[in-house]
C-alpha cells in the first residue's frame, strides 16, 4: 500500500503541471476582482487534480468507495459541473438543482440515505420515515457541498479542512476495520497533499499557483456526506450520526451562520460577501497564514471532540446538546464580532496605558 500512496502522490502532483497548462490555454482561470483578491490569473484545476487522481486510484482498486461506479458517475457530473462553473458562472440555481439531482439519484440507486438520526434527544432513536429520509438526505448533500464551497476563501484553508475531515473519518473506519473506507479516506487526503503544497506557494514559489476550484470544493463536500451516511447507517456503523457534526463542524456552522445573516438583511442566502469567518479574521488583524492555523486549529479540536465522543461512547444527547451549545456560541460570537473586539482594544489600551504608568512611576523613583 505505501508504494501504491507514493504513486497517488506522484499522480496527483504531476497532474497539477499538466492541467495547469491546458488551463492557461482554455483560460480556466481565476480572475482578481472585488472579493478575490490575488495577484495575477490563477489556474482554478486543483480539485480536477485531485478528482482524477481519486479516478485513477478506484479504477486499480474499485471497492474502496462502495458503490464505486455509482459513486463516481455522480461525482464526475458535479465536477463536471463545477468546472463549467469555473469557466462561465453559472447561476446557483442550476448548480442547485444539479446538486438535488445527484442527491436524489445517491438515494434511489445506492440506497445511500438517512434512515437514522440516533438518539439525538435522549428519548430512543429517532427514525425517519421514507419521505423525510429522502428530504433530510438531500439537505445533507447540498450543506456538505456547499459549507465546503464556502470555506474556500484562503490559501490552503479548503485543503487543510478537507485533510482534517478525511483524516478524522479514516481514523474512525480504522478502528471499526473498515479497510477499505480507511483507504479511501487515505487516498484522498495523499491526492490533496500536492495541491495544499502548491496552493501555499511550496516549494516552487506563487509563480505555480493554483486553486480548487468549484470543481474541487463540490467534489470534496459530496465525498464527505458520502462517506458520512455510509459511516452513519446500516448495521456496522464506525461513527453515530452526531459524530458526523463535529468532523465537519466549522464548515458547517461557518455556512450556516452566513446563510441567516444574509437571509436576516433580506439577501440571497447564496449572494457572495466577504464575512465568513477567514474574511473576519483577516480583517481583525490575523495574517492570512496566522487565519489558515487558526481555523485549522480550531477544525482539528472539534474533530477531535468528536472522535473522543465516538470512542468513550458519550451519550448522543450529551454530544449533541454540546454541539448547538458550541453553534449558538460560534453564531453570537460572529454577529457581534466587532463588539467583541473593540471590548478587547480598550482592555488593551488600557492595560498598555496602565503598564505605561506604572513604568514611568518605577523610573521616577
Given at each position: 500500500?505505501?508504494?501504491?500512496?507514493?504513486?497517488?502522490?506522484?499522480?496527483?502532483?504531476?497532474?497539477?503541471?499538466?492541467?495547469?497548462?491546458?488551463?492557461?490555454?482554455?483560460?480556466?482561470?481565476?480572475?482578481?476582482?472585488?472579493?478575490?483578491?490575488?495577484?495575477?490569473?490563477?489556474?482554478?484545476?486543483?480539485?480536477?487534480?485531485?478528482?482524477?487522481?481519486?479516478?485513477?486510484?478506484?479504477?486499480?482498486?474499485?471497492?474502496?468507495?462502495?458503490?464505486?461506479?455509482?459513486?463516481?458517475?455522480?461525482?464526475?457530473?458535479?465536477?463536471?459541473?463545477?468546472?463549467?462553473?469555473?469557466?462561465?458562472?453559472?447561476?446557483?440555481?442550476?448548480?442547485?438543482?444539479?446538486?438535488?439531482?445527484?442527491?436524489?439519484?445517491?438515494?434511489?440507486?445506492?440506497?445511500?440515505?438517512?434512515?437514522?438520526?440516533?438518539?439525538?434527544?435522549?428519548?430512543?432513536?429517532?427514525?425517519?420515515?421514507?419521505?423525510?429520509?429522502?428530504?433530510?438526505?438531500?439537505?445533507?448533500?447540498?450543506?456538505?457541498?456547499?459549507?465546503?464551497?464556502?470555506?474556500?476563501?484562503?490559501?490552503?484553508?479548503?485543503?487543510?479542512?478537507?485533510?482534517?475531515?478525511?483524516?478524522?473519518?479514516?481514523?474512525?473506519?480504522?478502528?471499526?476495520?473498515?479497510?477499505d473506507l480507511y483507504h479511501f479516506c487515505l487516498v484522498i487526503v495523499i491526492a490533496t497533499i500536492p495541491y495544499?503544497?502548491?496552493?501555499?506557494?511550496?516549494?516552487?514559489?506563487?509563480?505555480?499557483?493554483?486553486?480548487?476550484?468549484?470543481?474541487?470544493?463540490?467534489?470534496?463536500?459530496?465525498?464527505?456526506?458520502?462517506?458520512?451516511?455510509?459511516?452513519?447507517?446500516?448495521?456496522?456503523?464506525?461513527?453515530?450520526?452526531?459524530t458526523a457534526l463535529w468532523l465537519i463542524a466549522l464548515p458547517l456552522m461557518d455556512m450556516t451562520t452566513i446563510?441567516?445573516?444574509?437571509?436576516?438583511?433580506?439577501?440571497?442566502?447564496?449572494?457572495?460577501?466577504?464575512?465568513?469567518?477567514?474574511?473576519?479574521?483577516?480583517?481583525?488583524?490575523?495574517?492570512?497564514?496566522?487565519?489558515?492555523?487558526?481555523?485549522?486549529?480550531?477544525?482539528?479540536?472539534?474533530?477531535?471532540?468528536?472522535?473522543?465522543?465516538?470512542?468513550?461512547?458519550?451519550?448522543?444527547?450529551?454530544?449533541?446538546?454540546?454541539?448547538?451549545?458550541?453553534?449558538?456560541?460560534?453564531?453570537?460570537?460572529?454577529?457581534?464580532?466587532?463588539?467583541?473586539?473593540?471590548?478587547?482594544?480598550?482592555?488593551?489600551?488600557?492595560?498598555?496605558?496602565?503598564?505605561?504608568?506604572?513604568?514611568?512611576?518605577?523610573?521616577?523613583?
Amino acid at each position: 500500500m505505501d508504494s501504491g500512496l507514493a504513486l497517488i502522490f506522484i499522480v496527483s502532483f504531476v497532474s497539477l503541471f499538466v492541467l495547469r497548462k491546458v488551463a492557461k490555454k482554455i483560460q480556466l482561470v481565476d480572475v482578481p476582482s472585488g472579493r478575490k483578491q490575488h495577484l495575477g490569473t490563477i489556474p482554478l484545476i486543483g480539485g480536477l487534480a485531485i478528482f482524477g487522481t481519486v479516478t485513477l486510484a478506484l479504477f486499480m482498486t474499485p471497492d474502496l468507495a462502495r458503490d464505486t461506479n455509482l459513486y463516481l458517475f455522480c461525482a464526475s457530473v458535479l465536477v463536471f459541473t463545477g468546472a463549467i462553473d469555473d469557466k462561465y458562472d453559472i447561476s446557483f440555481k442550476a448548480r442547485l438543482v444539479i446538486q438535488v439531482m445527484m442527491s436524489v439519484i445517491m438515494i434511489k440507486f445506492g440506497s445511500l440515505y438517512l434512515a437514522s438520526l440516533g438518539n439525538l434527544l435522549g428519548f430512543g432513536n429517532l427514525t425517519l420515515n421514507t419521505p423525510l429520509s429522502y428530504l433530510i438526505t438531500t439537505l445533507a448533500v447540498l450543506g456538505a457541498i456547499n459549507a465546503f464551497n464556502m470555506v474556500d476563501g484562503i490559501d490552503g484553508l479548503l485543503g487543510g479542512l478537507a485533510t482534517v475531515t478525511f483524516s478524522s473519518l479514516g481514523y474512525l473506519f480504522w478502528l471499526d476495520h473498515q479497510l477499505d473506507l480507511y483507504h479511501f479516506c487515505l487516498v484522498i487526503v495523499i491526492a490533496t497533499i500536492p495541491y495544499v503544497m502548491l496552493n501555499l506557494g511550496f516549494p516552487l514559489g506563487q509563480r505555480f499557483k493554483v486553486f480548487m476550484g468549484d470543481a474541487g470544493s463540490v467534489f470534496i463536500g459530496f465525498t464527505v456526506i458520502w462517506l458520512l451516511v455510509n459511516g452513519t447507517q446500516g448495521e456496522s456503523t464506525p461513527l453515530r450520526p452526531v459524530t458526523a457534526l463535529w468532523l465537519i463542524a466549522l464548515p458547517l456552522m461557518d455556512m450556516t451562520t452566513i446563510m441567516i445573516r444574509r437571509i436576516r438583511k433580506g439577501q440571497s442566502p447564496f449572494k457572495p460577501d466577504r464575512e465568513h469567518l477567514h474574511h473576519i479574521c483577516q480583517r481583525i488583524g490575523l495574517s492570512q497564514r496566522m487565519t489558515l492555523l487558526a481555523i485549522c486549529g480550531l477544525a482539528s479540536l472539534f474533530a477531535y471532540i468528536g472522535v473522543l465522543g465516538e470512542q468513550a461512547k458519550v451519550s448522543e444527547s450529551i454530544m449533541f446538546n454540546a454541539f448547538l451549545m458550541l453553534f449558538a456560541t460560534y453564531y453570537l460570537s460572529i454577529t457581534h464580532i466587532w463588539r467583541i473586539t473593540a471590548f478587547l482594544r480598550k482592555i488593551n489600551i488600557n492595560m498598555t496605558e496602565l503598564a505605561s504608568k506604572r513604568a514611568n512611576r518605577e523610573n521616577r523613583s
